[in-house]
């Protein structure tokens, strides 16, 4: 697997694009345009594929 990050394009509160790293933890992203911080994560995949 790529030891890679895949990083967020926009705010998903405000749509913004001026995201950075955070400090609040593994995954996080601060907003510079609304303040907010969130986190992106992967959970998982579904157990069964999904029809096309």
């Known amino acids: 697997m790529s030891e890679s ?3 967020p394009l926009y705010c998903p509160y405000c749509g913004e694009e001026d995201l950075r790293p955070s400090d609040a933890g593994h995954g ?3 907003c510079h345009a609304c303040a907010r911080v969130f986190s992106v994560r992967f959970t998982g995949l579904l157990s069964k ?3 096309r």
Request: aromatic fraction near 12%; charged fraction near 20%.
């Open 5 to 7: 990050r895949s990083v």
């Open 28 to 30: 996080a992203w601060e």
């Open 49 to 51: 594929g999904v029809a």
